[in-house]
């Protein structure tokens, strides 16, 4: 029970953080953007069973390989919106390797 809620208090509130102090003009909108980039937890749906409690995410689900990790990286680095949206993502991959760790 600790660990989900440690891994959605990263989930919910590390992008705030980034959101808040990086895009502090926009910050709505950068949250919204980063929040909104948990849809690629869609992969999930491929995995037999589709939730396994000790399952590291982490190089298991498609969207999260570490290929895929670095074009997120990537993308932080690009033009508004395309790096809020990178960094939502990279931001979801490290609360998801935490939990590998938990």
Do not use: E
């Amino acid at each position: 029970m600790t660990s989900l809620i440690i891994h959605y208090s990263l989930h919910f509130f590390l992008p705030l953080f980034v959101a808040k102090l990086f895009f502090n003009k926009d910050w709505k909108k950068a949250y919204i953007i980063m929040i909104s980039t948990m849809i690629v937890d869609i992969d999930h749906l491929l995995a037999t069973p589709i939730y396994q409690a000790d399952r590291c995410s982490i190089n298991f689900h498609p969207l999260h390989s570490y290929f895929a990790i670095a074009i997120y990286i990537v993308m932080s680095f690009l033009k508004r919106p395309f790096n809020i949206i990178g960094i939502g993502l990279v931001l979801h991959m490290f609360a998801d390797y935490c939990d590998c760790f938990i």
